[in-house]
Structures are given as structure tokens and as C-alpha cells.
């Protein structure tokens, strides 16, 4: 990964992050924005858990490359788009779509970061899955319905990069994965453990709707992990457990 020097006339930063996909090397190249010129507050930056979580993503399927074909993934609070853009690039045309979500506020980054890749990868002569950016901000009805009105079929995957840190947003997040999530949808999540008794009211009441595990350290990229960074894999419950009475 190499993260080069600040562009003045836009004040972003590019940040390119290297991957190896089966058709070879590619380089997702991504623009930050620090000095906030692009308004997208914490969706400006690349967060550890993102690169932790896109590094297993690689890791994973090159492991298990049929966990691309046909994929349909939708990432939630995308910032930049690291995770996302990632996964579209290791999945090139096997991969269906992949839609990167966030706050309105934040889609403008968002946005250019997705059209530039898109961009890069046709430059390239590779396929690529369709790839686009929406608003869902959490908790927001219309928003999933608007997502789900343009693919109506529920996601294969959805990826979840540092999105706990904010109490009172659990519910709004737990809303939104409720209404994306479909039975046989793949949850990949990345967690930083900032304030753990805050964030285990969140764990309790996501384990109340799904069913999740720890994916093991051994099985996550040899660089990219961190002891205070977590990634769980998780599926939906066919229906929700209340006071640990054992569901599906
Ligand atoms: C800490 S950043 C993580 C960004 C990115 N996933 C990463 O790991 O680099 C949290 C992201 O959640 C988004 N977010 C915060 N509140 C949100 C909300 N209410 N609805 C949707 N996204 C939200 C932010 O805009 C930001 O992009």
C-alpha cells in the first residue's frame, strides 16, 4: 500500500491499496479527504477495520474463489468505499453488483471514488460488476426500499467496515441490516473495540436477529489484523431469539 503525497489544487489525498485478484495484481486507487473539503466527515478517511476486512476478503477468496461468482453485495457506511471497491475488483465480471451505500453527506466522495475505479478497471481491459454508489442512511425506510426497488433480490454479501461507533445510531444500523439482510445473505463485519460495554448492547441485540461468528485471526490476513479489531461473519436467524431461548 502506498499512500502518496496530498494533490493541492483538490486537497485530497490519493491512497492506493494493492491487491492480487486471479486475473493478477490490480491496485484500487481511491481518493481521502482531510481537510473535509469534500464534507463526507468520518466517510472521509480509510479506516483500519477496512483494510483488515478487504485483506480476509482477499485472502478468502482466493481461498474460495466461488464466493464471487454471482455476488450481489451491498456495503453499508462505505466511506471511501475501500471494502467494497475491493471486492469489485477481485470479482471483476464474475461478480453481479456491488453498491456502496452511506449518508447523503458522504456520497459525493463516495461517488467519485466508485466512477474513478470503475474507470480504472475498463482502462485496464477488466470486467467489472456493475458498480454504484446509493444514500442508505441507517434507520431510513425509504432508502431500503429505494435500494431494494432497484434489485429487488436480496444481497449474496454485505460488508460492514467500522460502523459501532456511535451508541445511539445501534438501532438505526440493526434497522437497516434488518431490512437489507435476505436469509442466505453473507454479513461480513469488521468492529473496532473502542468502548466495549457500549458496544456489547449492540452484540446482544444483533445476536437477537442474527446468528454470528468470530472469523479467527489465523484465518485473516497476516499483516492486516489488529487485537483491538474483530471481523464476524454472520447470517440472519429465521426468526428473532428474545431472552436467550435457542431459535434458527
Ligand atoms: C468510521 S467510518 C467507516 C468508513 C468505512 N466503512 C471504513 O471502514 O473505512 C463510519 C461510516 O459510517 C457512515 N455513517 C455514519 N452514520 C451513518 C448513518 N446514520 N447512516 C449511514 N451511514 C452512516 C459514515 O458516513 C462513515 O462513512
Redesign the pocket.
Known sequence: MTVTVCDSTVSTVPYEYDIQTSRGPTTVVLKTDPTGKFG???????????LC?AKYIEKRAKREPHILHGARVI?????????GLVFAALGGGSSESVTL???P??LRL?RRNVDHMAKVLKDQGLALPALSSAA?????ENDATALRSSDPQPPTHVL????L??PS?YS??LG?LDAVCGPETTVWI?YEKRDFPAEMEFWKSFGERFRFSNIPEAEQDEMYRSEDIFLFEARRRSSPKHNGENSR
Open positions: 463526507a466527515g468520518q466517510g472521509a478517511t480509510v479506516w483500519d477495520s477496512a476486512l456495503e453499508i457506511g462505505s466511506g471511501t468505499g475501500l471494502v451505500t452511506d449518508t453527506n458522504a463516495l442508505l442512511t441507517w434507520g431510513s460492514v467496515s467500522d460502523c461507533y456511535v445510531l438505526a444500523l437497516t469488521a
